[in-house]
Protein backbone atom coordinates (compact mmCIF):
# COMPACT_ATOMS: atom_id res chain seq x y z
CA UNK A 1 0.00 0.00 0.00
CA UNK A 2 1.23 2.98 -1.35
CA UNK A 3 2.20 5.70 2.07
CA UNK A 4 1.08 9.69 1.29
CA UNK A 5 4.79 10.94 1.38
CA UNK A 6 5.83 8.66 -1.44
CA UNK A 7 3.09 10.11 -4.14
CA UNK A 8 5.09 11.32 -7.07
CA UNK A 9 2.43 11.60 -9.34
CA UNK A 10 -1.17 12.28 -9.67
CA UNK A 11 -1.17 8.87 -10.29
CA UNK A 12 0.21 7.48 -6.87
CA UNK A 13 -1.79 10.24 -5.35
CA UNK A 14 -4.91 8.96 -6.80
CA UNK A 15 -4.34 5.85 -5.87
CA UNK A 16 -3.22 6.95 -2.09
CA UNK A 17 -6.50 8.44 -1.60
CA UNK A 18 -9.09 5.98 -3.06
CA UNK A 19 -7.69 2.93 -0.99
CA UNK A 20 -10.47 0.67 0.66
CA UNK A 21 -12.64 2.18 -2.18
CA UNK A 22 -14.59 -0.13 -4.37
CA UNK A 23 -13.27 -0.10 -8.25
CA UNK A 24 -15.53 1.80 -10.17
CA UNK A 25 -15.06 4.43 -7.26
CA UNK A 26 -11.89 3.93 -7.63
CA UNK A 27 -11.65 4.78 -10.92
CA UNK A 28 -13.98 7.58 -11.05
CA UNK A 29 -11.87 9.34 -8.77
CA UNK A 30 -8.59 8.65 -10.58
CA UNK A 31 -10.22 9.74 -13.91
CA UNK A 32 -11.36 13.63 -12.62
CA UNK A 33 -7.57 14.07 -10.69
CA UNK A 34 -5.95 13.44 -13.22
CA UNK A 35 -8.43 15.47 -15.74
CA UNK A 36 -8.21 18.20 -14.00
CA UNK A 37 -4.65 18.00 -13.14
CA UNK A 38 -3.71 17.79 -16.65
CA UNK A 39 -6.29 20.26 -18.27
CA UNK A 40 -5.80 22.63 -15.41
CA UNK A 41 -9.68 22.73 -15.87
CA UNK A 42 -13.08 21.83 -14.43
CA UNK A 43 -15.29 21.08 -17.40
CA UNK A 44 -16.34 17.90 -17.69
CA UNK A 45 -15.98 17.77 -21.39
CA UNK A 46 -12.46 18.74 -20.95
CA UNK A 47 -11.43 15.90 -18.66
CA UNK A 48 -13.17 13.73 -20.68
CA UNK A 49 -10.96 14.82 -23.72
CA UNK A 50 -8.10 14.63 -21.36
CA UNK A 51 -8.70 10.82 -20.66
CA UNK A 52 -8.32 9.68 -23.89
CA UNK A 53 -10.93 6.82 -24.18
CA UNK A 54 -12.24 4.82 -27.05
CA UNK A 55 -15.88 5.73 -26.53
CA UNK A 56 -17.19 8.95 -27.77
CA UNK A 57 -16.70 11.73 -25.79
CA UNK A 58 -20.30 12.72 -24.89
CA UNK A 59 -20.53 8.97 -23.62
CA UNK A 60 -17.52 9.51 -20.95
CA UNK A 61 -18.56 12.79 -20.56
CA UNK A 62 -22.05 11.54 -19.21
CA UNK A 63 -20.08 8.65 -17.52
CA UNK A 64 -18.09 11.41 -15.52
CA UNK A 65 -21.22 13.32 -14.98
CA UNK A 66 -23.32 10.39 -13.29
CA UNK A 67 -21.12 9.45 -10.82
CA UNK A 68 -20.43 12.90 -9.69
CA UNK A 69 -24.24 12.66 -8.42
CA UNK A 70 -22.48 10.36 -5.29
CA UNK A 71 -24.24 12.14 -2.42
CA UNK A 72 -21.22 11.02 0.20
CA UNK A 73 -17.64 10.62 -1.91
CA UNK A 74 -17.60 14.60 -1.37
CA UNK A 75 -17.27 14.03 2.39
CA UNK A 76 -15.54 10.94 2.55
CA UNK A 77 -12.84 12.35 -0.10
CA UNK A 78 -12.75 15.41 2.35
CA UNK A 79 -12.33 13.27 5.75
CA UNK A 80 -9.48 11.42 4.17
CA UNK A 81 -7.57 14.80 3.32
CA UNK A 82 -8.58 16.76 6.85
CA UNK A 83 -7.05 13.49 8.42
CA UNK A 84 -4.10 13.21 6.65
CA UNK A 85 -3.14 17.31 6.63
CA UNK A 86 -4.17 17.42 10.60
CA UNK A 87 -0.64 15.56 11.23
CA UNK A 88 0.95 18.65 10.33
CA UNK A 89 -0.55 20.70 12.47
CA UNK A 90 1.21 22.39 15.55
CA UNK A 91 -0.16 24.34 18.10
CA UNK A 92 0.72 27.45 16.98
CA UNK A 93 0.15 26.48 13.02
CA UNK A 94 -2.15 29.47 11.19
CA UNK A 95 -5.12 27.99 10.26
CA UNK A 96 -6.15 31.12 7.96
CA UNK A 97 -9.96 31.59 7.19
CA UNK A 98 -10.81 32.55 3.64
CA UNK A 99 -14.33 32.88 1.66
CA UNK A 100 -15.12 34.15 -1.55
CA UNK A 101 -18.14 34.01 -3.89
CA UNK A 102 -18.42 31.48 -7.22
CA UNK A 103 -20.07 33.25 -9.83
CA UNK A 104 -22.13 32.37 -12.61
CA UNK A 105 -23.77 35.18 -14.13
CA UNK A 106 -24.93 33.37 -16.95
CA UNK A 107 -25.86 29.88 -15.65
CA UNK A 108 -29.65 30.50 -14.10
CA UNK A 109 -30.47 27.23 -14.32
CA UNK A 110 -28.34 25.79 -11.36
CA UNK A 111 -29.59 24.66 -8.63
CA UNK A 112 -30.11 26.93 -5.54
CA UNK A 113 -28.13 29.94 -7.40
CA UNK A 114 -30.81 32.39 -8.62
CA UNK A 115 -33.30 33.80 -6.24
CA UNK A 116 -35.70 36.27 -8.31
CA UNK A 117 -36.57 38.34 -4.85
CA UNK A 118 -33.06 38.00 -3.83
CA UNK A 119 -30.54 38.36 -6.68
CA UNK A 120 -27.78 40.28 -4.41
CA UNK A 121 -27.40 36.66 -2.93
CA UNK A 122 -27.03 35.27 -6.13
CA UNK A 123 -23.47 33.25 -6.28
CA UNK A 124 -22.00 30.14 -4.45
CA UNK A 125 -19.69 30.80 -1.66
CA UNK A 126 -16.76 28.76 -0.51
CA UNK A 127 -14.58 28.41 2.61
CA UNK A 128 -11.23 27.50 2.42
CA UNK A 129 -9.05 26.96 5.48
CA UNK A 130 -5.43 27.25 4.67
CA UNK A 131 -2.47 25.81 7.32
CA UNK A 132 0.60 27.70 7.31
CA UNK A 133 3.60 27.89 10.05
CA UNK A 134 5.17 31.67 10.19
CA UNK A 135 8.00 32.10 7.81
CA UNK A 136 7.33 28.89 6.35
CA UNK A 137 8.11 28.82 2.40
CA UNK A 138 5.07 26.53 2.42
CA UNK A 139 1.72 26.09 3.06
CA UNK A 140 -1.24 23.38 2.84
CA UNK A 141 -5.13 23.75 1.89
CA UNK A 142 -6.55 22.01 5.12
CA UNK A 143 -10.32 22.25 4.17
CA UNK A 144 -13.13 23.32 1.64
CA UNK A 145 -16.28 23.36 1.29
CA UNK A 146 -19.23 25.40 -0.55
CA UNK A 147 -22.75 26.36 -0.05
CA UNK A 148 -26.10 28.41 -1.62
CA UNK A 149 -27.44 30.95 -0.09
CA UNK A 150 -31.08 29.78 -1.04
CA UNK A 151 -30.17 26.34 -0.17
CA UNK A 152 -33.29 24.76 1.94
CA UNK A 153 -30.55 23.47 4.80
CA UNK A 154 -29.21 27.34 4.45
CA UNK A 155 -28.83 29.56 8.42
CA UNK A 156 -26.47 32.30 7.77
CA UNK A 157 -22.51 32.63 6.24
CA UNK A 158 -21.50 32.59 10.17
CA UNK A 159 -23.11 29.32 10.33
CA UNK A 160 -21.44 27.36 7.64
CA UNK A 161 -17.70 29.06 8.25
CA UNK A 162 -18.01 28.59 12.10
CA UNK A 163 -19.30 24.59 11.47
CA UNK A 164 -16.21 24.21 9.07
CA UNK A 165 -13.58 26.35 11.77
CA UNK A 166 -14.96 23.46 14.36
CA UNK A 167 -14.82 20.38 11.92
CA UNK A 168 -10.69 21.10 10.92
CA UNK A 169 -10.35 21.88 14.84
CA UNK A 170 -11.57 18.69 15.91
CA UNK A 171 -9.81 16.91 13.89
CA UNK A 172 -6.42 18.84 14.72
CA UNK A 173 -7.43 18.24 18.54
CA UNK A 174 -7.56 21.91 19.07
CA UNK A 175 -4.39 22.67 17.40
CA UNK A 176 -4.07 25.47 15.26
CA UNK A 177 -4.74 29.44 15.71
CA UNK A 178 -7.35 30.89 13.73
CA UNK A 179 -6.46 34.22 11.86
CA UNK A 180 -10.14 36.39 10.87
CA UNK A 181 -9.09 38.73 8.42
CA UNK A 182 -10.93 41.09 5.96
CA UNK A 183 -10.85 41.36 3.11
CA UNK A 184 -10.77 37.58 3.00
CA UNK A 185 -14.49 37.59 4.94
CA UNK A 186 -16.66 40.21 4.77
CA UNK A 187 -16.85 42.43 7.45
CA UNK A 188 -20.35 41.27 9.27
CA UNK A 189 -19.47 38.05 9.09
CA UNK A 190 -16.05 39.05 10.21
CA UNK A 191 -17.44 40.95 13.60
CA UNK A 192 -20.27 38.11 14.04
CA UNK A 193 -17.52 35.33 13.93
CA UNK A 194 -15.29 37.15 16.24
CA UNK A 195 -18.14 37.47 18.58
CA UNK A 196 -18.62 33.28 18.77
CA UNK A 197 -15.04 32.24 19.09
CA UNK A 198 -14.59 35.03 21.47
CA UNK A 199 -16.97 32.98 24.10
CA UNK A 200 -15.70 29.46 22.72
CA UNK A 201 -12.61 28.82 25.52
CA UNK A 202 -11.71 25.95 23.10
CA UNK A 203 -10.69 28.14 19.81
CA UNK A 204 -7.69 30.49 19.75
CA UNK A 205 -7.75 33.02 17.12
CA UNK A 206 -6.40 35.98 16.13
CA UNK A 207 -8.73 38.77 14.30
CA UNK A 208 -8.69 42.28 13.39
CA UNK A 209 -11.40 44.30 14.63
CA UNK A 210 -13.11 47.20 13.94
CA UNK A 211 -14.63 49.72 16.22
CA UNK A 212 -17.96 48.20 16.28
CA UNK A 213 -16.61 45.20 17.77
CA UNK A 214 -15.76 46.89 20.53
CA UNK A 215 -19.23 46.70 22.01
CA UNK A 216 -18.49 43.01 23.47
CA UNK A 217 -15.24 44.15 25.12
CA UNK A 218 -14.88 45.18 28.98
CA UNK A 219 -11.96 46.80 30.56
CA UNK A 220 -11.96 46.53 34.59
CA UNK A 221 -15.90 46.34 34.29
CA UNK A 222 -16.56 48.70 32.08
CA UNK A 223 -17.33 49.16 28.72
CA UNK A 224 -14.87 51.22 26.22
CA UNK A 225 -14.73 52.15 23.01
CA UNK A 226 -11.87 51.49 20.83
CA UNK A 227 -10.43 54.74 20.89
CA UNK A 228 -10.47 54.64 24.50
CA UNK A 229 -8.70 51.21 24.39
CA UNK A 230 -6.54 51.92 22.17
CA UNK A 231 -5.67 55.28 24.15
CA UNK A 232 -5.27 53.16 27.46
CA UNK A 233 -2.72 50.40 25.98
CA UNK A 234 1.18 51.13 26.52
CA UNK A 235 2.43 50.88 23.58
CA UNK A 236 5.91 50.34 24.62
CA UNK A 237 7.97 48.37 22.33
CA UNK A 238 8.68 49.14 18.89
CA UNK A 239 10.36 47.29 15.74
CA UNK A 240 10.64 47.70 12.30
CA UNK A 241 8.71 45.69 9.50
CA UNK A 242 10.24 44.81 6.13
CA UNK A 243 8.32 44.16 3.48
CA UNK A 244 8.84 43.83 -0.54
CA UNK A 245 6.27 45.39 -2.96
CA UNK A 246 6.80 46.46 -6.48
CA UNK A 247 7.70 50.03 -7.03
CA UNK A 248 4.73 51.25 -8.51
CA UNK A 249 2.26 49.92 -5.98
CA UNK A 250 3.57 52.97 -3.50
CA UNK A 251 4.53 52.95 0.44
CA UNK A 252 2.22 50.36 2.50
CA UNK A 253 -0.68 52.16 3.87
CA UNK A 254 -2.83 52.43 7.32
CA UNK A 255 -3.96 49.35 7.36
CA UNK A 256 -7.12 50.53 9.32
CA UNK A 257 -8.21 52.85 6.18
CA UNK A 258 -7.06 52.13 2.52
CA UNK A 259 -6.49 48.65 2.80
CA UNK A 260 -9.37 47.99 4.58
CA UNK A 261 -11.83 49.11 1.48
CA UNK A 262 -9.40 46.97 -0.88
CA UNK A 263 -10.92 43.20 -2.22
CA UNK A 264 -9.19 40.37 -2.34
CA UNK A 265 -8.45 40.31 -5.56
CA UNK A 266 -6.09 43.43 -4.65
CA UNK A 267 -3.68 41.76 -2.48
CA UNK A 268 -3.59 38.64 -5.16
CA UNK A 269 -3.11 40.92 -7.79
CA UNK A 270 0.15 42.19 -5.79
CA UNK A 271 1.52 39.14 -5.11
CA UNK A 272 1.56 38.01 -8.46
CA UNK A 273 3.67 41.49 -9.27
CA UNK A 274 5.89 40.57 -6.46
CA UNK A 275 6.71 36.98 -7.74
CA UNK A 276 6.82 37.71 -11.36
CA UNK A 277 9.01 41.10 -10.86
CA UNK A 278 13.00 41.07 -11.23
CA UNK A 279 15.11 42.85 -8.18
CA UNK A 280 15.17 45.68 -9.74
CA UNK A 281 11.15 46.20 -9.99
CA UNK A 282 10.83 45.80 -6.36
CA UNK A 283 10.86 48.02 -3.34
CA UNK A 284 11.83 46.99 -0.18
CA UNK A 285 9.91 49.27 2.28
CA UNK A 286 11.08 49.74 6.35
CA UNK A 287 8.04 50.23 8.31
CA UNK A 288 7.76 51.52 11.81
CA UNK A 289 5.92 50.10 14.43
CA UNK A 290 5.08 50.42 17.87
CA UNK A 291 2.96 47.92 19.68
CA UNK A 292 1.56 46.75 23.10
CA UNK A 293 -1.26 44.75 24.68
CA UNK A 294 -4.47 45.69 26.99
CA UNK A 295 -5.90 42.75 29.06
CA UNK A 296 -9.56 42.97 28.41
CA UNK A 297 -12.48 40.49 28.66
CA UNK A 298 -15.38 39.09 26.02
CA UNK A 299 -18.65 40.67 27.79
CA UNK A 300 -20.50 37.67 27.85
CA UNK A 301 -18.12 34.86 28.49
CA UNK A 302 -15.90 37.25 30.62
CA UNK A 303 -13.12 35.33 29.16
CA UNK A 304 -9.73 36.97 29.30
CA UNK A 305 -8.67 37.94 26.29
CA UNK A 306 -6.22 40.36 24.73
CA UNK A 307 -6.43 43.26 22.68
CA UNK A 308 -2.96 44.05 20.45
CA UNK A 309 -2.86 47.66 18.95
CA UNK A 310 -0.12 48.57 16.42
CA UNK A 311 0.98 52.13 15.99
CA UNK A 312 3.11 53.74 13.30
CA UNK A 313 2.88 53.84 9.85
CA UNK A 314 0.78 50.49 9.95
CA UNK A 315 -2.14 51.17 12.55
CA UNK A 316 -4.41 48.40 13.99
CA UNK A 317 -5.79 46.29 16.07
CA UNK A 318 -6.06 42.52 16.41
CA UNK A 319 -8.00 41.03 19.39
CA UNK A 320 -6.81 37.00 20.19
CA UNK A 321 -7.69 34.80 22.98
CA UNK A 322 -3.54 33.87 22.97
CA UNK A 323 -2.07 34.71 26.23
CA UNK A 324 1.39 34.82 27.85
CA UNK A 325 1.76 37.85 26.37
CA UNK A 326 4.32 39.54 28.47
CA UNK A 327 7.31 39.92 27.06
CA UNK A 328 8.38 41.98 23.08
CA UNK A 329 8.88 38.51 21.77
CA UNK A 330 6.12 36.69 22.73
CA UNK A 331 3.67 39.67 21.73
CA UNK A 332 5.96 40.53 18.32
CA UNK A 333 4.84 36.26 17.31
CA UNK A 334 0.84 36.90 16.61
CA UNK A 335 1.49 40.20 15.28
CA UNK A 336 4.24 39.06 12.84
CA UNK A 337 2.01 36.14 11.61
CA UNK A 338 -0.59 38.35 10.89
CA UNK A 339 1.34 40.47 8.89
CA UNK A 340 1.85 37.80 6.27
CA UNK A 341 -1.59 35.75 6.14
CA UNK A 342 -2.31 38.07 2.46
CA UNK A 343 0.85 36.19 1.02
CA UNK A 344 -0.16 33.10 1.64
CA UNK A 345 -4.10 33.33 0.66
CA UNK A 346 -2.48 34.96 -2.36
CA UNK A 347 -0.35 32.50 -2.89
CA UNK A 348 -3.50 29.78 -2.80
CA UNK A 349 -5.61 31.89 -4.72
CA UNK A 350 -3.59 31.88 -7.52
CA UNK A 351 -3.12 28.44 -7.69
CA UNK A 352 -6.96 27.79 -7.04
CA UNK A 353 -7.81 30.15 -9.83
CA UNK A 354 -5.59 28.65 -12.44
CA UNK A 355 -8.13 26.09 -13.04
CA UNK A 356 -10.90 28.20 -13.35
CA UNK A 357 -13.80 27.05 -11.27
CA UNK A 358 -16.03 29.68 -12.56
CA UNK A 359 -16.42 27.40 -15.20
CA UNK A 360 -18.31 24.75 -13.30
CA UNK A 361 -21.38 24.12 -15.76
CA UNK A 362 -22.92 20.76 -13.36
CA UNK A 363 -26.40 21.59 -12.37
CA UNK A 364 -27.08 20.04 -9.59
CA UNK A 365 -25.52 20.82 -5.63
CA UNK A 366 -24.21 17.27 -5.31
CA UNK A 367 -22.59 17.48 -8.23
CA UNK A 368 -21.36 20.39 -7.40
CA UNK A 369 -19.96 20.25 -4.15
CA UNK A 370 -18.30 16.79 -5.20
CA UNK A 371 -16.52 18.60 -8.10
CA UNK A 372 -15.21 21.12 -5.53
CA UNK A 373 -14.02 18.48 -3.78
CA UNK A 374 -12.21 17.05 -6.71
CA UNK A 375 -10.88 20.15 -6.99
CA UNK A 376 -9.59 20.75 -3.66
CA UNK A 377 -7.90 17.36 -3.73
CA UNK A 378 -6.15 18.24 -6.88
CA UNK A 379 -4.72 21.63 -5.23
CA UNK A 380 -3.98 19.63 -1.88
CA UNK A 381 -1.61 17.38 -4.41
CA UNK A 382 0.09 20.42 -5.71
CA UNK A 383 0.46 22.36 -2.57
CA UNK A 384 2.93 19.50 -1.54
CA UNK A 385 5.93 20.83 -4.13
CA UNK A 386 4.35 24.71 -4.16
CA UNK A 387 6.74 26.70 -2.66
CA UNK A 388 5.53 30.65 -1.48
CA UNK A 389 8.37 32.86 -2.63
CA UNK A 390 11.28 33.91 -0.47
CA UNK A 391 11.40 37.92 -1.25
CA UNK A 392 7.47 38.23 -0.38
CA UNK A 393 7.65 36.88 3.08
CA UNK A 394 7.33 40.05 5.38
CA UNK A 395 10.29 39.92 7.54
CA UNK A 396 11.68 41.09 10.63
CA UNK A 397 15.15 42.08 8.94
CA UNK A 398 15.74 43.41 5.74
CA UNK A 399 16.14 40.64 2.86
CA UNK A 400 19.46 39.45 2.20
CA UNK A 401 21.41 39.11 -0.87
CA UNK A 402 18.82 40.68 -3.37
CA UNK A 403 18.96 44.03 -4.95
CA UNK A 404 16.22 45.64 -3.88
CA UNK A 405 15.45 49.58 -4.20
CA UNK A 406 15.02 50.98 -0.69
CA UNK A 407 13.52 53.49 1.40
CA UNK A 408 16.10 52.76 3.78
CA UNK A 409 19.88 52.47 4.43
CA UNK A 410 21.31 48.91 5.37
CA UNK A 411 24.36 49.08 8.11
CA UNK A 412 26.72 49.09 5.67
CA UNK A 413 25.36 51.98 3.47
CA UNK A 414 25.56 53.57 6.32
CA UNK A 415 29.68 52.56 7.30
CA UNK A 416 30.38 53.41 3.22
CA UNK A 417 28.84 57.05 3.75
CA UNK A 418 31.22 57.33 6.96
CA UNK A 419 34.01 56.36 5.27
CA UNK A 420 33.41 58.62 2.24
CA UNK A 421 33.31 61.46 4.81
Not at 270 to 292: C, K, P, R, W
Not at 365 to 394: C, G, N, P, Q
Request: aromatic fraction near 8%.
Amino acid sequence: MIRFDECKTIDDYAAWLTVGFGSPRAKFIRDMLYGIHNTRSVRLADIARALNEPSELHSTRNRLSRNLASTQLATELSDRLLQQAAYSIKRDTRLIVRVHALNKPDAKKMQYLYNETDSATDSYQVCEIVASNTGSRKYLPLFSTFWSRHAPDYVSDVDEISRAIHQVLTVTNGRGIVFLDHPFLELQTLSALVAELAEDADVQFVARIQANDAAQLRYRQKSKTLLELRELCNTRYACRIFKVLPQDSGPPQDSSQPQAMRDSSHYQGLYQAIVSSTDGELTEHSINMEFGTLAIRHQASLRRLNLLVLKGELSTHLLTSLDGLQTRQSLLEPIWSWFSTWEVISAHSTIADSFTPDGIGVMTYERMRLLLTLLHAVIFFESRSYRLKDHSLTRLQPHEGRKFQRDFLLPEDVARMGSQE
